[in-house]
C-alpha cells in the first residue's frame, strides 16, 4: 500500500461538524505519514509470522483498514508502530484460525506469541538498516533495481525472469548475489 492510498484511507474521518472536520485535518495528515512509515517493517512482522505467503497481503490491508478506521484509539504520544504491530498480530491469529479450521495446519498460541516477540525484536533492530536499504537501492544501476524489483517486490522467480528477458537462471543468480553483496556492503558502510 502505497504513502498515496493510505493518505486517500486516512481522509475520510466521519464528524458530526465542520469544526470536527477542520480540527481533524492535521491529525489526519500525521496519521497518514505514521502509517506510510510503518508499512515496511510492518510488511515484514506480517511475513515472518505467515506461513501462507497468499495471506500477508490480506492480512496486511486488514491491519491498515482497521488502523484507519480506529485512529481514535490510539494515543497521541505512545509508539505507534507497537500498537500497529498488536494490531498485525492479531489479524495473523484470525487468519491462523480460518485456516486451520479448514486444515489440519496448527500452530499453537504459545508458538505464536514467541515468534511475534522475535519479529518485534528483529523490526527493531532493523529499523535503520531498512533506512540504510531504501537509500542503498537508490545507488543501483537501473537494471539492477529493475532485477530486485521482479524478483523481491513482485515475486517472480529468476527462471521467469530469465526467459522473459532472454538470460540464463545462472546469469541472474550471478546477478543477484552480485547485487546483494553491494546493498549489504553499502548498508555496513552506513551503519
Known amino acids: 500500500m502505497t504513502a498515496i492510498s493510505l493518505a486517500k484511507m486516512t481522509d475520510y474521518r466521519p464528524s ?3 469544526h470536527t472536520a477542520n480540527a481533524d485535518a492535521a491529525p489526519q495528515a500525521s496519521a497518514s505519514s505514521l502509517l506510510a512509515g510503518i508499512q515496511g517493517p510492518l510488511r515484514g512482522y506480517i511475513i515472518s509470522l505467515t506461513s501462507n505467503a497468499n495471506d500477508y497481503d490480506d492480512i496486511l490491508q486488514n491491519t491498515n483498514a482497521y488502523l484507519v478506521t480506529n ?3 490510539y494515543t497521541p504520544g505512545t509508539n505507534f508502530k507497537a500498537w500497529a ?3 498485525a498480530y492479531l489479524r495473523i491469529k ?3 484460525r480460518a485456516r486451520q479450521r479448514n486444515t489440519h495446519a496448527h ?3 504459545a508458538m505464536l506469541e514467541q515468534l511475534s516477540h522475535d519479529a518485534v525484536e528483529l523490526c527493531d533492530s532493523d529499523d535503520e538498516r531498512y533506512h540504510f536499504l531504501a537509500k542503498c537501492l537508490a545507488t543501483l544501476k537501473v537494471k539492477d533495481k529493475q532485477l530486485v524489483q521482479q524478483h523481491y517486490l513482485h515475486r517472480i522467480s529468476l527462471t521467469q525472469i530469465a526467459q522473459d528477458s532472454n538470460r540464463t537462471p545462472s546469469a541472474l543468480h550471478k546477478a543477484i548475489s552480485r547485487i546483494r553483496k553491494t ?4 548498508i555496513d558502510a552506513k551503519s
Do not use: G, N, Q
Open 16 to 18: 458530526t461538524s465542520s
Open 71 to 73: 485512529l481514535d484509539k
Open 85 to 87: 504491530f498488536r494490531v
Open 94 to 96: 484470525e487468519s491462523i
Open 107 to 109: 500452530l499453537s498460541d
Open 183 to 186: 546493498l549489504r556492503m553499502c
